[in-house]
């Protein structure tokens, strides 16, 4: 039995490893010598920029101007937004841009349905072969468009995501580690692209696809943009990031909003999993290494952590080392109460916050898990406050 558990606590141990260290450094040992430049457009082909808002009257102004200042042409750019039901001056604000530029198009519908089912709609009202999926608050330069087209020149490409980029750090929440969070998975996904064209899901903040290959997102769907990007590789084509393609978000730094972000996207996360669970023994070079390394041992960490407390507590008994490994853990625990007097003192230690957010992060998977056995009825949620 003694043995049982030591092997089961190592295998543990390298799994956890090989999702959060081995696969990345894996990545990037095998695209080290991979070309990530594309070439310049020698046409550009028309796109239609598609936004669902929700009460965003604080960022849709500055949203627009970025897209609308960009080096794209405007003859080949078509932007259709879908209000879902807002409350504030956001129609008020697109109804102002639409007067100046025509090919803005607002579509204020009256009853709240949804980012996922108001993108199903715009998505079916489109005329251009490709679309750029972005939210409000990520703002464009004036490159974003044009480099976002670039890979599609490929016929094989069926999705490009963009290199997302945070702004607004603070030391007072948990802005710091969720930009180190967010620029390591642009590279993975960078890699993930270079190497198999398999990236495993775009940032929903902004990505390209060609319209064709949109299949609806569920009614009940949480996440979409995953649920959009394996379906496009399911259908055969590649999905890509190019990290040229810059945008910029002021990061989420309040800890409770990001909290229940992180519960929504997780059981998002877990309802993909479900859906795609055949593509976990995919033949397809790259792809069921990607999902498993990636992803699927990503979002089962919190479990792995809660067998592994299990088994270390029941080792300790017999033997030094897993007695140590059991203090240690629990060292690394009580930091988290730790951090969190001391930020009550305004007193910010950006290595005991990592501590917090890693625990918190996987704790909302935990979460998100049993909310999606449970089963989710309704797709509509309230967007994180926007500017913290």
């Avoid at 990545?27 to 990530?36: D, E, G, P």
């Avoid at 390591?184 to 990236?199: A, F, H, P, S, Y």
């Avoid at 394996?230 to 393609?245: L, P």
């Avoid at 979460?367 to 309230?382: N, Q, R, T």
Wanted: glycine content about 4%; overall charge positive; some cysteine.
């Amino acid at each position: 039995m003694i043995l049982a558990f030591q092997i089961l606590f190592w295998v543990v141990v390298a799994l956890v490893f090989h999702t959060y260290l081995g696969f990345p450094i894996w990545l990037s040992l095998l695209s080290r010598k991979k070309n990530s430049e594309y070439k310049a457009l020698e046409e550009y082909p028309d796109v239609t920029v598609i936004m669902s808002l929700y009460n965003e009257e604080e960022v849709i102004a500055q949203k627009l101007e970025s897209i609308v200042g960009s080096n794209y042409p405007l003859e080949k750019l078509h932007i259709l937004i879908g209000s879902d039901c807002s409350s504030d001056n956001t129609n008020e604000i697109v109804a102002q841009y639409s007067q100046k530029y025509p090919f803005i198009k607002l579509f204020a519908y009256t009853e709240r349905r949804g980012k996922a089912n108001v993108i199903n709609s715009l998505i079916a009202d489109c005329l251009s072969d490709i679309v750029i999926l972005s939210d409000a608050n990520v703002m464009f330069d004036k490159d974003t468009i044009s480099e976002l087209m670039k890979p599609f020149v490929d016929e094989n490409v069926g999705l490009v995501d963009s290199n997302m980029i945070n702004t607004g750090l603070k030391k007072d929440g948990i802005s710091i580690q969720e930009k180190s969070y967010i620029s390591r998975e642009v590279r993975i996904k960078n890699q993930e692209g270079l190497l198999w064209g398999t990236m495993m899901g775009p940032f929903g903040g902004c990505f390209a696809m060609r319209k064709k290959l949109h299949l609806p997102v569920p009614k009940n769907f949480l996440v979409d943009d995953f649920y959009i990007c394996m379906n496009v590789i399911r259908q055969g084509y590649k999905a890509v990031n190019n990290v040229n393609a810059r945008v910029y978000e002021d990061v989420s730094n309040n800890i409770s909003d990001e909290f229940r972000r992180k519960v929504r996207i997780s059981t998002g996360d877990f309802q993909n999993l479900h859906k795609f669970r055949s593509m976990l023994f995919s033949s397809r070079r790259g792809l069921s290494f990607s999902f498993w390394s990636h992803k699927v041992l990503r979002w089962i960490t919190p479990v792995l952590l809660v067998i592994w407390y299990a088994v270390c507590l029941a080792l300790a008994f017999y033997l030094k080392l897993y007695l140590v490994a059991f203090i240690l853990f629990n060292a690394l625990l009580l930091l988290i109460p730790i951090d969190f007097c001391l930020r009550k003192l305004n007193c910010n230690n950006v290595l005991f916050r990592f501590v917090t957010h890693f625990f918190s992060m996987n704790l909302a998977l935990l979460i998100g898990m049993f909310k999606a056995m449970k089963g989710v009825e309704s797709g509509v949620w309230k967007p994180t406050k926007r500017n913290q």
